[in-house]
């Protein structure tokens, strides 16, 4: 290797080391593993990421993996899941790490990942400003450590598209000025490969990018006819290139398409397309220290934080004479022009795939970062702050631009936010305080540097108080953050998953386990409701958090009784020996630390069974969880038999106090088993609900709606019941139901004499096995959401499958014993998977094709 090429490895791995370095120091003063027992079981990566990367890493290593998964509530379509949050290639670290050791390993790749954030914008800087210069690791490290990594670091899956975005636009400054498209073409399919939800994000930007580079090539007197016969080549080849990259990740976009079409992110809300302002002048908080911090993550104004050192350079470009007013206008109109898709709500939903974010907001910010880091790096190596007039008046704006932000914050804020909310949106003084000192040093500093005997430690002094900036920045933003405990985690999830390993061994059927207390919840610091335990260790059930949850399964089971707090979670909580029943929840298993009890429901069916053919006719309705369950009981059974019997109430008290209604009463069961309460617009958790002087909770805080078990008793029983309303209750004899014992066991004997006798190799997209159908029972019951991806065979016969119960499948059948096979197929998979192929073959076609121009005329 000759001296260049040892002065560039060094170069790189520097860019790629101290980034790495500041973070690891950032964890190892918050003691986060592997420098501590902290872990990052925080916000979604506590409650989603963790679980699902858990997940991969169990169906890879197995090799059991398959784009459905019955571990997705009552199963879905994985592969909106997997092309959202498992295709980075960080992600094979998981595989050098045991499942309990999943939250150390996210450290290690969240490490990584920054480090090759500031790898890939000290490798653009170098190709295009043609330099190896160590000051450009500043920016590069800058850019790896901005207000956006800070903020946003734990969503793992987005930092892929900032390692990225430099290689980009790299690739596209190649593409016009004509020194090959292969770059661009590679480096945006990877973008929209490893998570398509940013790679939109790019291509917009590249857009943008690509239009703002061209006018900013434009000489000063250029006319546009001009520029449009100059650039002809360079538009058709960016938009050949851009369409033909785009359409070869057509095997991820078409079945992530059709299976995100059936989540609520369908429905488009006219109002996220108004011109409305997204923020105010507070928004200049944010280019000081700790202006968004954890417990701010879900609503704050644009994380653009840079840093002083950036701030004062980028305002230089704009004050100094020595870059050109045609420069400084292109770049102003781009600032501007990213400024105002984030200002305006119409612009900010096109920009966010039109959909309007659920928390995280302005996703998008780092576009305005990249464009910040470049124009100051730009300021610097054109010395624009020679002047030290320049100097001191770019801190001045500065210091105002913070003044009004932190002023507008502290003085708006507590007016426009719930005081109980004020402690989550609040900019403190202090940190105003802070960053003024921050730039106020780094002006000293610049004015210093222009002297010659004072160069080298002024340049000393810009790296350390930026260092220290962006670390401190990047630690008081954690901080607040409730970490959770890997020592617990690792010795919990043990315990825990070789609970579920013996459930396994014991039955190689299928069955669902509802998982009625979860031991690693003591690894959190935060609230964790084991929405995604099914993901986390490769069991079935009912409960899911998820964005791409199918939102006709979740109307569904919500419509039966089951507890939904928004459009991304259902939960098992609102269960009853009916839906355990059609669900095949065989096992409820409940643990300590030394032992587990597992408690098998005889009641709970197979995953499939004959059924009645009145089935097909059942509609679920609103508001209606147990008469929709006796509806669904009696097609099932074919019987016109009350399965839900009402109870005889007496009202003994009554009054309202403090905005509730609270009602005292006595009832009588007219039939022997499990009463149920469902208040279908009563708030559980608010209800109050004692049952013989006991009060009866749930493992969930149900903050909505939900069926709840108030106890098994006899016909006649007397039962005293005191529960709190903040609306009038009305029918109650029909809010308040018994599952007659008797008539539900009957039919279960009933039903499991022609159930679906699953083969044991059944993998989840493919089940085979046998059934018996009679002429009144002609139609075979599979709980198993309907979806375009299953096929099936009957007898080696392709044959089509019904929807049933809002969200169900259901096979009909003729009289006899039946073979029956479903196998699943990604809706749009091979489809995508062809086009993206004969795209990219395209592209390779034309390569050679310029490849044989450019060899001719030689």
Known sequence: MNQYGRQRFQYDMTAFVVPMILVGLVFWALGITPFGSHNLLISDMGTQYVAWLTQFRHAITTGQFSFYSFSLSLGDNAFPLVAYYMLSPFNLLLFFFPANQVPLAITFIILLKVGTIGFSMSYYLRRVYHNTHWQNLIFSTIFSLSGFVATYFYDIMWLDALILLPLVILGLR??????????????????????????????????????????????????????????????????????????????????????????????????????????????????????????????????????????????????????????KRTTGTLLAFLGLSMFLTLFNTIWHMMQQPNGFPFRDAYFFTFIVVISAYEAWQTDAFKQNRLVLRAALIALVMLAIGYLTAMIVQPIVRRWDDLANFYVSPKYWLIATGFIVCIAGLLVLYNNQHWRRLALSGIVLVTVFELSANFYFGLKPAQFGNQTIYQKNFTIEKNYFNKIRRASHAFYRVDNSNSLINAAFGETYNNYNDPLLFNSHGIDLYSSTLNESTRVMLNRLGFYSKNERRISSEGSTHLTNALFAVKYQLQMTPHDYDLIVHDHALPLGFAVNDKLLNVKLKGGAALENQNNVWQAITGRNVRYFKSVNVRRTGYEYKNKQYRYQLIIKPTATGTLYAYFPNVSVANANIHVNGTKKTTRLDVSTQAVLSLGHFKKGERVHINLTSKTPLTHLSQSLQTLDQQSFNQSLIDLHKSTFKLDQDWRPDHLQGTITATKKKPLLFLSIPKDNGWHAYVDGKQVSIDKVVGNLSAIKLTPGVHRVRLTYRAPGFRLGLIISLLSFALYLLSLWIRFRKRRGSV
């Open 174 to 327: 190649r593409l016009v000025n004509n020194k090959g498209t292969v770059l661009y073409f590679f480096a945006l399919w990877a973008t929209i490969v490893t998570n398509y939800y940013l790679g939109y994000m790019t291509c917009l930007f590249a857009l943008t990018y690509f239009v703002y580079f061209t006018i900013d090539q434009q000489a000063e007197k250029q006319s546009w006819k001009q520029w449009w016969q100059h650039n002809a080549r360079a538009i058709k080849r960016f938009l050949i290139t851009s369409v033909l990259s785009g359409v070869s990740t057509l095997f991820v976009l078409i079945p992530t398409l059709l299976g995100m079409l059936k989540t609520s992110k369908q429905s488009l809300s006219w109002q996220a397309f108004l011109p409305t302002p997204q923020f105010g002048l507070d928004a200049f908080a944010q280019l000081g220290l700790n202006a968004a911090d954890y417990p701010q993550r879900l609503e704050h104004d644009p994380s653009i934080f840079v840093g002083s050192f950036a701030l004062l350079l980028v305002l230089l470009f704009f004050l100094n004479k020595t870059i050109t007013s045609h420069h």
